[in-house]
């Protein structure tokens, strides 16, 4: 049975606080995880494992999360912004976060800012509709 938009952002509500220990009046679809919300990269991975069981769905963490795999690229970074080609892979690798405003000044120290509530929301809502 397919979920609503609703219950998925509700579902990922319940794992935020969970794994964050934040309240859910923090928690707006703009909220951004390390920014607003204070998360660090180890609880990236409670969090993706939070998802999997609430959503009963596989998430390779660089799908979620794929900044790593970009920072760690001589070629998607220069003088500590992306290039076009990083910027490309950026798009393909999260199809499910707006991209725009961070294209402008594609800043990697901005990168946490692009793993918002609402960008959770919309990939496992993806996932979901994928299965």
Known sequence: MAMSRDEIEQQVREVLIEALGV???EITTEATLMGD???ES???LDIVFRLEKA???KIPREELFPAEDLMNN???IHNG???E???AELREKMPHTDLSEFEKDPDINKM???FTVNAIINYVENKLNAA
């Open 37 to 39: 919300l204070g998360a």
């Open 85 to 87: 080609k990083g910027l």
């Open 74 to 76: 001589s070629e998607f």
């Open 81 to 83: 912004k992306l290039t």
């Open 42 to 44: 180890i609880d990236f």
């Open 23 to 25: 309240d859910d009046d």
């Open 112 to 114: 946490g800012d692009l």
């Open 55 to 57: 959503f009963g769905i």
